[in-house]
């Protein structure tokens, strides 16, 4: 048996194991190396543009498409170097990224909406967006999914083909919005006296933008109160404090002008027994 052994065990397959094992660290050693550049790549590409004047949506995207690109490359690289024939490989990849593509339509499909969002910019870092129903600060846009973060301290992460696909409201895109605040008065109350005892709450809110002017719509005869919206225009950073400060005056306006603010309310009209037998 040690005869046998010895007889299989000689020089050149000691050689030949050797190679084998050192093709294999080799390997392993260039892709680690490789990863490394790639991700210090993407590191350095973010740093030094991280400035105001530079487009984080695009240098998040772009740091991320280098830092795969460069990976891809270092695996091709390492598997000539290990002796892999990368063209038969690359053959052979195609036919399987063809029958796991049809399997991943999903991931392709986030995959192209990310290019899509990042050529037609429908938003960048750091805006205030409502995208299927959900608002929230845009984190990050990855090749696959956005990462929203919601005023509530909560992160939300949306496939990219959920986004493109569906309505993009951008809400602070421009240098001023609109700040509404609705309420329901009483109907015995004067309209055109409701009127400006409205317009007099828009107009005690110090920080609104002034040159827009304010309004007190006519919206709608409701049920049980006569629907008014009270309208004012503020720069985006002051939209959420001046909506709070909006409310709360007018609440205190109409409370000062005995102006009520009804309940729902129901008539229910009950017939007597007589007249149902009638």
Known sequence: MVMDFQQYVNAETLTLIGSYLLSGVGFLVVLFIGRYIAAKLRSTIRTKLDRPTVDQTLVKFGSNLTYYAIF????????????????????????????????????????????????????????YVEIGGEKGFVRDLQLFYTKLDTRDNQLLVVPNSDI?????????????????????TDYPADIDSTREVLLQAAQKIDDRLEEHGEQAALLSLGDSAIIWEVRIWARPDDYFRLKQELTRVVKYELDNADIGIPYPQMDVHVDSLEEQAA
Do not use: K, W
Not at 86 to 113: C, D, E, K, R
């Open 72 to 127: 891809i490359l270092t695996a091709f690289a390492a598997l000539e170097m290990v002796g892999v024939e990368t063209a038969s490989f690359i053959a052979v990849l195609a036919a399987a990224g063809f029958a796991v593509g049809l399997a991943l339509q999903g991931t392709l499909a986030n995959f192209a909406a990310g290019v899509m969002l990042l050529l037609f910019r429908p938003f960048n870092v750091g805006d």
């Open 164 to 184: 493109f696909g569906n309505t993009i409201r951008n809400i602070f895109n421009y240098d001023h919005i609109r700040v509404d605040c609705a309420v329901g």
